[in-house]
Structures are given as structure tokens and as C-alpha cells.
């Protein structure tokens, strides 16, 4: 019975945690696009990123990051910012890319914006209740972060080899070349909007993973007919390594 209300205790003040935390981590979380003057809509949604280092590093996935910009057009990448019922375009650079852990590092000038603490993502055991912000639904009903609970489920291998050779695509094949590092298998659902939302401590707020809605999705579950609601994270140690590149 002692442990049972100890149990009960604790629920509470979890929640009150991450209460006060949502209002910090927000103030970090911006969304990844493109500005054209001349198009219709003029800014375009590809997904989230957060903020981290000096203020002026944004945090995000490679694949929510262009290709190739219009440059005829004077197409800018840059990030997102919910100002009330409108939203604020602000540009940026893209200084690194890492295509094997997709995760981009872009670079703001100007005035720096709240970061947040990254974390050690080693240390990070199943079953350790989690949060993540981001931008589910893009823009489509305004720029409003969204924050969800989940646990960590699992850290799994990103690919699994295959029994039969015949069920590997290209891309899983490629990834296998590589290297098939371990991932965060979260019991929360994730859209593709979310892609690049921060994975924290509802505690504290320090960063643990990154969400990847489609890049992981499409390795770790392409031999699935109708895929889960499984959420998958990038751990945080391959965004430090990510930062020292130049």
C-alpha cells in the first residue's frame, strides 16, 4: 500500500513538471520552411526544428531541409515563428547535414532566441516517461505548438537485416552499407508535421532525441502493410556530433 500511494504521489507532480516546462521548451520550437515573395502562399511548412548552442543554431531533420532552393525566384530557407494568429519568417542557413542520422543543423543571424539543453541520450533507459513539441499540423490551423507524453518503448536498431534479401528497398540496403545504429521507439504518435520536434525530459526540459515521422518510419517499417502508430527518435548524441562539424 506505501508503494501504491507513493505511485499516486508521484503522478501529480510529473504532471506539474511538465506544466511548467511546456512554456519554456515552446519559446524554442520553431517550424522549418521556405520564403518566396512572389509565390502564393509565400511561406511553405516542411517541418519542425528546435533551437540549441548560442541561440542561433536550429536543430532540425535533413529531410524536412530543401534539396535546391529556387534561386530564380530567390526562394530563402529559413524558420518559422507563431506570432499570435500570424507567423514570422525568419532566414537561415544550412551549415551541416548528416544524411546517415537525418538531421540538419541550420545557423540564424541576428539576435539569438531561447535554447534549449541537450542531454545525455546514453543515459536514456525504457520506460522513462518522455514529452515532445512540435508542429503536427504544419500551418494548416495556425502555427501552434503541440506537446505530447509518451514513454520510451524501446532502443532498437534502426534496420533490421532481412531474412529474405528481396524484401530490402535501396534505401534500407544503402543504410545497412552504413551503419545500423540504435533508435528511440516511443508509444506516442507522431505526424509528419512533427518531423524535427525536440524529445525531452518533462522534468527538466533537456533534450534526449529528435522525431523522425518519416525517414525512420520508412526504414524501420517498410515490410509493414499498414504501418503503426509507433514514433521513432534519433538520439541527441548524433546532434552534438553534428554541431562540432565546421
Known amino acids: 500500500m506505501a508503494g501504491l500511494a507513493a505511485i499516486c504521489l508521484l503522478a501529480p507532480a510529473m504532471a506539474a513538471d511538465l506544466t511548467a516546462v511546456i512554456p519554456v521548451v515552446k519559446r524554442s520550437v520553431v517550424g522549418v520552411g521556405t520564403f518566396e ?26 529531410h524536412v531541409v530543401p534539396e535546391r532552393l529556387d534561386e530564380a525566384h530567390m526562394e530563402q530557407l529559413g524558420i518559422v515563428i507563431g506570432d499570435g494568429d500570424m507567423v514570422r519568417f525568419r532566414p537561415a542557413q544550412l551549415v551541416a547535414r548528416d544524411t546517415e542520422h537525418d538531421l ?47 514513454s520510451l518503448a524501446a532502443i532498437t536498431p534502426i534496420v533490421m537485416p532481412s531474412l529474405n534479401s528481396r524484401k530490402l ?8 552499407q552504413r551503419s545500423s545504429f540504435d533508435i ?17 525530459d518533462p522534468a527538466s526540459g533537456e533534450v534526449w532525441g529528435v522525431i523522425n515521422a518519416v525517414f ?21 548524441k548524433y546532434v552534438k556530433n553534428l554541431l562540432q562539424q565546421k
Open 184 to 200: 528511440f521507439q516511443l508509444d506516442g504518435t507522431a505526424y509528419p508535421g512533427n518531423s524535427g520536434s525536440p524529445v525531452y
Open 216 to 236: 525512420v518510419k520508412g526504414l524501420k517499417e517498410s515490410a509493414i502493410s499498414n504501418p503503426s502508430g509507433i514514433t521513432y527518435a534519433v538520439p541527441i
Open 37 to 62: 515573395r512572389t509565390r502564393s502562399p509565400s511561406i511553405v511548412f516542411f517541418g519542425t526544428g528546435f533551437v540549441v548552442g548560442d541561440g542561433l543554431s536550429v536543430i532540425t531533420n535533413a
Open 104 to 150: 540538419a543543423h541550420l545557423r540564424l543571424s541576428g539576435s539569438p532566441l531561447p535554447a534549449l539543453k541537450l542531454g545525455d541520450s546514453d543515459g536514456v533507459l525504457e520506460g522513462q516517461g518522455l514529452a515532445y513539441t512540435g508542429y503536427p499540423l504544419g500551418m494548416a490551423l495556425g502555427l501552434h505548438a503541440a506537446t505530447h507524453k509518451a
Open 169 to 176: 528497398d535501396p534505401r534500407q540496403v544503402a543504410q545497412l
